[in-house]
Structures are given as structure tokens and as C-alpha cells.
């Protein structure tokens, strides 16, 4: 019984527009991936439950780039750097392809997906994840209240001004955020029902826990964490690196 994490860092974030791949541009003095990484690794859920095995999706060109900034944490965990796919779907799913493969990865039954676009996810919301699953949820994601009203639209390529179809409840509304965490044996059937559509920008899944919903299994959402924003431009990192007012 042991816990792995994908964690995914194989995006170029293009919205970022950073001379570097997202996962390797730095936050105060380490890079994202590596904070991502430290955070996932320092989670304790009940039982001394960690992550064991840790395989991570690098850009293809920058694998070399991702093992030298992990390197410093084998000590702590088994590490694979793997190299991603065209969408985030298929960098999971070579993420997982590989975990499966290792034989260091023999007695993982729960499997957490993050991405280190979430490089200051706490490990409280880590653990807080792993036992969720523990307990006997087998898709867990972590979510917060929506701020904003919501309205969904009719969105008409090239049309300017869109028509509001109606406001959305906000009361049932959570923001979901990652890691996510799985039993083994559902993610996995979750990503192979979804491999046709992998590759497909449209079509991918943004997240793992959708894959699970199309498979007709339910999904639960434990209180997310405002640490655990997502990192999409150049303002997002600026507030990353804002001071918190309790660090973990
Ligand atoms: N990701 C990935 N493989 C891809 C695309 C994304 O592993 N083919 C990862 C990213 O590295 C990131 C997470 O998925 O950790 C969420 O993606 P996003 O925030 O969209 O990051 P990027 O795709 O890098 O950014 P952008 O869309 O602006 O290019
Ligand atoms: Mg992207």
C-alpha cells in the first residue's frame, strides 16, 4: 500500500511567456517544478501515507533540464522523468505508462495527479487528498467556492457580444484544482477509456477527475486551498510570490 504522484510539467506555457518552459522558470530562487516536487514530497496523510514513487512529464527537449533540477530529491523518493505528450491528457497518460512499467511502483494502489503549474500547493491539501481516498472515495478533487457569478453564454466564433443563457447557482459551484488523487485501478481505467481522444486538443480531458466522470463513476471534492492557485501568466507569478499569511 503506498502512494505515487504524477506530477505534470511537460507544458510550454505559452500564456507565461517566459523565455523558459513553465516547470523551470523560477519562483523565489527555485524553479516551479522543483517547489511542486518538495511540496508533494513533504505531505504526511495518517500512517506515515507519502509519496513513493514520483514520475514527472518534462517537455521533450528539456528532460535533461527537469532530471538535473529533481535530482537533489532521489534520495527521498523513486524518480522517473518521463517525456510529455501534445495535451495534458497525454502527458498523464505517458506519465502513468511509465509508473506501471517501474517495478518500484509494485505495491501503489493510490495515484495522485498534480501539475507543477500548482507549485505552492501545501502539503496539508496533499494529505488531506491522499485520505479522502483512503477513506474509501476513489476520485477525490480538491475545490474552492466560487467568488464571481457565473453565466453560462452561447459563444459564437467571431461574435463580440455573447448572449447570457442564464446564471449558474454559485452555491454548487466549486473552482477544482489539483493534485487530484485516484485509486490506481480507477485512474488507470479512466485514462484507457479516454486514450482515443488523448492527442486531441478539443477532445482531451483538462483534468483526470473528468475522465472519471465520463466513465459514469462519481467523483468527490474536499476544501481546496488558496495556495494551490494555478500559475497562467505573468501576473499569477507575481502573486505567487506575494508572502502568505501562514506558511506551511
Ligand atoms: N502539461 C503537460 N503536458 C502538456 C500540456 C500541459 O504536462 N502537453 C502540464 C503543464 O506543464 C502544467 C499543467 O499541465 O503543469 C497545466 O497546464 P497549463 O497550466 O495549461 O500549462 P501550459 O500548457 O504549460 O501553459 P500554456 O497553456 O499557457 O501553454
Ligand atoms: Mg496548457
Redesign the pocket.
Known amino acids: 500500500m503506498s502512494v505515487a504522484a504524477v506530477?505534470?510539467?511537460?507544458?510550454?506555457?505559452?500564456?507565461?511567456g517566459h523565455s523558459l518552459?513553465?516547470?523551470l522558470v523560477p519562483l523565489g530562487g527555485q524553479s516551479l517544478v522543483v517547489h511542486a516536487a518538495r511540496n508533494l514530497l513533504a505531505a504526511r496523510a495518517a500512517g506515515d501515507d507519502r509519496v513513493r514513487v514520483l514520475v514527472v512529464?518534462a517537455p521533450a527537449f528539456h528532460l535533461a533540464a527537469i532530471e538535473r533540477e529533481l535530482a537533489p530529491l532521489s534520495d527521498q523518493v523513486a524518480l522517473l522523468v518521463v517525456a510529455?505528450?501534445?495535451?495534458?491528457q497525454?502527458?498523464?497518460a505517458a506519465g502513468l505508462a511509465a509508473l506501471v512499467a517501474d517495478p518500484r511502483a509494485e505495491g501503489v494502489d493510490v495515484v495522485l495527479v498534480h501539475?507543477?503549474?500548482?507549485p505552492l500547493a501545501p502539503p496539508s491539501l496533499v494529505a488531506r487528498v491522499v485520505e479522502a481516498v483512503r477513506e474509501g472515495h476513489p476520485a477525490v478533487v480538491p475545490g474552492l467556492p466560487v467568488t464571481d457569478t457565473i453565466k453560462r453564454v452561447a459563444p459564437h466564433r467571431g461574435v463580440h457580444v455573447e448572449p447570457v443563457l442564464e446564471t449558474v447557482p454559485r452555491a454548487e459551484l466549486r473552482a477544482v484544482q489539483t493534485p487530484q488523487g485516484f485509486t490506481r485501478e480507477l485512474l488507470l481505467r479512466a485514462h484507457s477509456a479516454g486514450a482515443a481522444h488523448a492527442h486531441d486538443e478539443a477532445l482531451a480531458a483538462s483534468d483526470d477527475a473528468g475522465l472519471v466522470e465520463r466513465l459514469g463513476e462519481p467523483v468527490w471534492v474536499v476544501a481546496g486551498d488558496e495556495r494551490a492557485a494555478?500559475?497562467?501568466t505573468a501576473r499569477d507569478l507575481l502573486i505567487a510570490a506575494l508572502p502568505t499569511e501562514s506558511a506551511e
Open positions: 506530477l505534470t510539467a511537460a507544458g510550454s506555457g505559452s500564456r507565461l518552459p513553465k516547470a512529464t510529455g505528450g501534445a495535451t495534458r497525454a502527458s498523464v501539475d507543477a503549474a500548482r494555478k500559475i497562467t
